[in-house]
């Protein structure tokens, strides 16, 4: 009985709460009323409920609840999308890779020579596809020095071939949406030429630079939303960056009137690739730097991310440009060398990279093969780290080395992700297979770091 009683009293003091609620708000609107309602709903809404009311009191409850209604329906409604302004990018569909014929050489891969650096320039995407250090010696995966067939030193590979994901790759943002945070890799999916008109192959041109070789090439891209793209690299005698110039061309059809253009931002990718020497024993592996300095103090501030992390999270965490500070490099480093791309210190605009991130170029899945179609270049793996199917595509070019994977073999994928081409998921494409017990991801996985511009 008292236990009844005491609920009976809850019920009537919650009852009473609301009620004094509902009064306080009628009586707030009542006293200072607030500005009509242009809505004509909300206006019917109030007199509605004033055909139901007597009295201000009424008056101000109809009125809240008029407000309420109006500010229910304003938080639903969504902002129509804004219209194009330009035809979206194209997807371009993989094609065979150019030929050894149609590279590109800066530099010089011998020893003796006055260059430090022998570069191969690709015209996939205008990109560089490797880098050599033609004074030092490459060392294997035990640290031990490697020879060429004639006993002379390997001149050491820092940056590896690499056809299908070459290095240096601009990508660029949908040019109507000013906030996208996907490029879209048709750049970088297309063969670049030597002009703007796309009818000669890029020459490697020889000049002088205070008394010293200096050779370079120029790439130009398709056009692309109103938009074309030069990237010209070059190489002198004694040095040891290679420096990439890129001019942004706008076309005629990127304007929208003589007060409005369209915005271009682009990304570039980093080097990748860098060997490991001595990966039974080191505790260095693919490391991501990211440096700024402030432009007034010089003030250094460096970001590093250890590949663990990296391959833990799949991906590394994105640094964007401090206030008053210049992004100088994002890169890759490893027990000895790093490869980074660097903004130039004496050009004239040195702030126009917004942020870096550093992302996973390879990766390894271990798991067990559940299906495989080979007629449409795929298979599944039942993932042994999280139990999931995973779908991996292989290139043309790769077929030959998967025709003896079979359903139910257990094994080790080596794989990389493809661009973003406006679909929801991101391809994944296998490149080979390896003894699942005897693969350690932290050897195989590769890192880079992207680079993003402003408009």
């Known amino acids: 009985m008292q236990q009844q009683q005491q609920t009976k009293k809850v019920v009537i003091f919650v009852a009473s709460m609301a009620l004094l609620l509902v009064a306080w708000y009628g009586l707030k609107y009542w006293m200072f009323p607030p500005p009509p309602s242009p809505a004509p709903v909300e206006a019917r809404l109030a007199a509605a409920l004033l055909s139901q009311c007597d009295g201000g009191f009424g008056q101000g409850i109809a009125q809240a609840a008029a407000l309420w209604s ?20 194209p997807v371009v569909a993989e094609k065979p890779l150019p030929s050894r014929e149609q590279y590109k050489y800066l530099g010089d891969i011998s020893r003796n020579s006055k260059f430090h650096l022998n570069v191969a320039l690709t015209p996939r995407g205008g990109a560089v596809l490797r880098v050599v250090l033609n004074k030092f010696q490459q060392a294997d995966a035990l640290g031990r020095p490697v020879n060429l067939l004639n006993g002379s030193p390997k001149p050491y590979e820092i940056v590896p071939e690499d056809p299908n ?15 996208d945070d996907k490029p879209y890799e048709t750049l970088g999916k297309v063969d670049w030429t030597g002009a703007p008109d796309q009818k000669t192959e890029p020459e490697v041109v020889t000049d002088t630079v205070d008394g010293r070789e200096r050779q370079s090439v120029t790439f130009w891209s398709p056009q692309v939303q109103g938009f074309q793209v030069a990237k010209t690299y070059s190489l002198t005698e004694g040095d040891y960056h290679l420096g990439l110039e890129v001019k942004v061309q706008r076309l005629a059809d990127a304007s929208l009137g003589p007060d409005k253009t369209l915005p271009f931002r682009y990304q570039m990718t980093g080097f990748h690739g860098l060997p490991v020497e001595g990966r039974w024993y080191t505790n260095t592996f693919r490391n991501s730097v990211i ?21 833990s999270w799949e991906g590394g965490n ?16 490893v027990q000895y060398f790093a490869s980074v791309i660097a903004v130039d210190n004496q050009q ?10 550093p992302t996973l170029e390879t990766a390894v899945a271990k798991g067990v ?8 270049n795929s298979f599944e793996l039942v993932r042994s780290d999280n139990n999931k199917i995973e779908k991996f595509r292989i290139r043309e070019d790769e077929k030959k080395d998967f025709e003896g994977l079979q359903k139910g073999i257990k094994t080790a994928v080596v794989y990389t992700t493809g661009g973003y081409e406006g679909e929801k998921d991101y391809p994944e494409y296998a490149h080979k297979l390896l003894d699942e017990a005897q693969t350690q991801p932290i050897w195989e996985d590769d890192v880079t770091v992207r680079v993003a511009t402003e408009p």
């Open 348 to 357: 004239d605009k040195q702030d126009f990279l917004a942020h870096a991130r």
């Open 70 to 89: 109006a500010e229910a329906k304003r938080s639903s409604e969504t902002k129509p999308e804004e219209e194009p302004v330009a035809a979206p990018p």
């Open 165 to 179: 994901n070459p290095s240096n790759l601009l990508l660029h943002y949908d040019v109507n949406k000013k906030d």
């Open 291 to 311: 440096g700024q300095v402030d432009s007034k103090t010089g003030y250094v501030s460096r970001d590093l991310q250890d590949l663990r992390q990296t391959m």
């Open 369 to 376: 093969v559940s299906n495989v179609d080979l007629v449409h």
């Open 318 to 333: 994105a640094v964007d440009r401090q206030q008053g500070y210049v992004m100088r490099y994002a890169g890759v480093v």
